[in-house]
Nanobody
Framework: VQLQASGGGLVQAGGSLRLSCAASVSTFNNYVLGWFRQRPGKEREFVAAIDWSGRHTYYADSVKGRFTISRDNAKNAVYLQMDSLKPEDTAVYYC?????????????????WGQGTLVTVSS
């Protein structure tokens, strides 16, 4: 599985960005997908995850109500809509996939990772 994240950039606080992640795999709808981020000097942390159907989602408390994860199985893509961005959301954002089990917020449960896309939120 290869994952390619895109959509990062520079935005002012209060603004929005939409991240995309394209997957090259024939059985895309078998995978749970997640977004993680790594802020400067911090460990990689969970942001959001979505199950294979798209009906079940899970968010970190820090982004709940501001970020929305979604997927399009026909396009082999997962998205992260980020609204009301804050300077503390500045990070490299990674998409990841896991093939076994349900939604997880644990980094080590995910098998494949994209290369990351940088989001910078200015105050």
């Amino acid at each position: 599985v290869q994952l390619q994240a895109s959509g990062g950039g520079l935005v002012q606080a209060g603004g929005s960005l939409r991240l995309s992640c394209a997957a090259s795999v024939s059985t895309f709808n078998n995978y749970v997908l997640g977004w993680f981020r790594q802020r400067p000097g911090k460990e990689r942390e969970f942001v959001a995850a979505i199950d294979w159907s798209g009906r079940h989602t899970y968010y970190a408390d820090s982004v709940k109500g501001r970020f929305t994860i979604s997927r399009d199985n026909a396009k082999n893509a997962v998205y992260l809509q980020m609204d009301s961005l804050k300077p503390e959301d500045t990070a490299v954002y990674y998409c990841a996939s896991k093939s076994i089990g349900g939604i997880s917020r644990t980094v080590y449960d995910y098998d494949y990772w994209g290369q990351g896309t940088l989001v910078t939120v200015s105050s």
